[in-house]
């Protein structure tokens, strides 16, 4: 794909007050343009992506060390794909979303009768997208596009090594008519997220690790600008009694294996629930035969010294390594194949770090009761599967304190544009897509009408209104029928007084 020169010549390697300005008005048109032209450009996007699909993935790069592994075709079904679906969810689904609510007499109080009520969807502004490398189009792609639905100018900073990716979505845009001001790409350098942010950004949106979430909301407390956070995951897989164990270790295999394991929500830990010794040790057989032939991922210096530490920490504490994913010649090139931990408990390092690496750890615990603990030992919490049949399972994913929950699935599902996609503890607050995503690009504005022309309401109270006030509290909320008979005599009484 060809990038237009004038998108190359308007990356900004950081920004100041002065330039978040012209910003700000291009926003402000924007924001004042009718939500259905808005959308429009996404069903615009939808169908010139659609024209190029393969020459935009061509621009994602396929082995970026510690980040993305993977070829052309994957990058079509996890982030290209994904991406048109999310510009066809907003086209047809934002207008719905983002109308305006009027509210109806139904709950509103008895003592503002006169007045109407609506609630608006406001965009925050200038939202800054800080993106992640290990998807740097479909989830900034997705963010941005939402963003900029919600009537909100966007500076996306990306990933280092990811830039083109983000070069040629913008390009998109300019050719279906998108304000060039609308959406800023800056250098790929922590520092231009951080000058961003000094500049004065109305809402930031950031995936990346715990340890980058926190620096930023230290940065975010001095203006208190709000932020959603899609952080780090260590996830969890349970295996309830009943599972169709060739799926599970199907499914944990692509889990490991999609993307090199530079995923947050690939499987990290697995919990065997209630299974025998010798279903265990089948399980764990046909696992790690499933693991084995792997083909080894590049990891960056970093995180080899941490997977080092991860399976040194295990053997201290008595696991059981049944795959080495250090071994051989892919230790001297910080190459790694598929890691596999038996034995284990929660306080092994691996069942608490976030790692971009194929690595996973396998525990045994009795009952429900022991998952969800064992489980509740680690910080993060973004997303869950379960395996198992369909009643139990749904049982046993309401109680799970994550942000999302797949059933006899792993990674997958959480792609669809429809869902929205968050963590809790460790792994962030907020959510991106889905409704919940698009609306948390807005902020609440409220308006109420009051068509009365009394005055009442501003003469000042005295003790003569305590009558009143409290016969009205009774007739509204007495806990008998007698009780709000002898408030709403009482309110009558006082009212004719007042006269």
Not at 130 to 142: D, I, V
Not at 232 to 258: K, M, P
Not at 370 to 386: G, H
Request: hydrophobic residues 50%; aromatic residues 6%; neutral net charge.
């Amino acid at each position: 794909m060809e990038i237009a020169s004038d998108t190359m010549q308007q990356v900004k390697p950081s920004v100041r007050t002065g330039y978040l300005e012209g910003v700000a008005l291009a926003q402000r048109a924007w924001a004042e343009t009718p939500l259905s032209l808005r959308a429009a450009l996404m069903g615009r996007l939808r169908r010139r992506i659609a024209s190029g699909a393969v020459e935009l993935a061509e621009t994602v790069p396929t082995n970026l060390v510690g980040a993305l592994n993977r070829s052309v075709a994957d990058t079509l079904v996890s982030e290209v794909l994904p991406l048109v679906e999310a510009c066809r969810f907003l086209e047809c689904e934002a207008a719905w979303i983002l109308a305006p609510k009027r509210l109806g007499r139904r709950g509103r109080p008895l003592w503002l009768a006169g007045v109407d009520a609506e609630v608006e969807r406001a965009p925050w502004g200038i939202v800054l997208v800080l993106a992640a490398a290990n998807y740097p189009l479909f989830l900034a792609g997705a963010q941005t596009l939402q963003a900029l639905v919600a009537g909100n100018a966007v500076l996306w900073k990306p990933a280092p090594g990811t830039e083109t990716a983000a070069f040629a979505l913008r390009t998109l845009l300019i050719e279906c008519d998108m304000n060039p001001e609308l959406l800023t790409l800056l250098g790929s350098n922590m520092e231009a997220g951080a000058d961003a942010i000094a500049a004065g950004v109305d809402h930031v949106v950031l995936t990346g690790s715990a340890e980058t979430g926190t620096a930023v909301l230290h940065q975010l407390a001095d203006t208190l600008t709000p932020a959603t956070m899609e952080l780090s995951g260590c996830d969890a897989v349970f295996v309830l009694q009943g599972a169709e164990i060739e799926r599970v270790v199907q499914a944990l295999a692509f889990g490991l294996r999609f993307n090199g394991s530079f995923t947050c929500m690939a499987p990290r830990r697995v919990f065997l629930v209630g299974m025998g010794e010798t279903a265990v040790a089948d399980f764990e057989a046909r696992l790690a035969g499933a693991l084995m032939d792997a083909a080894p991922v590049p990891i960056s210096i970093k995180t080899f010294a941490l997977l080092r530490e991860l399976i040194a920490d295990a053997r201290k504490q008595g696991a059981e390594i049944l795959l080495d994913g250090i071994r051989g010649e892919s230790a001297a090139s910080h190459a790694v194949g598929a890691t596999l931990i038996a034995r284990a408990t929660p306080a092994l390092l691996s069942m608490q770090t976030d790692i971009f690496a194929p690595i996973l750890s396998v525990m045994r615990v009795a009952d429900m009761d022991e998952a969800f603990a064992a489980c509740a030992a680690c910080a993060y919490a973004l997303t869950a599967s379960v395996f198992g049949p369909l009643r139990e399972a749904r049982v046993f994913a309401g109680k799970l304190r994550v942000g999302n929950v797949l059933i006899n699935d792993i990674v997958a599902p959480t792609a669809d544009p429809r869902i929205p996609f968050g963590g809790r503890g460790r792994s962030g607050f907020g959510v991106t897509r889905g409704a919940e995503g698009l609306l948390a690009m807005t902020t609440p504005r409220t308006i109420q009408t009051q068509r009365s022309h009394s005055m009442r309401a501003y003469q000042a109270t005295g003790s003569e209104h305590i009558p009143l006030f409290a016969g009205l509290t009774e007739m509204l909320h007495g806990s008998s029928l007698r009780m709000r008979w002898a408030g709403m005599k009482r309110m009558l009484a006082a009212a004719r007084k007042l006269k």
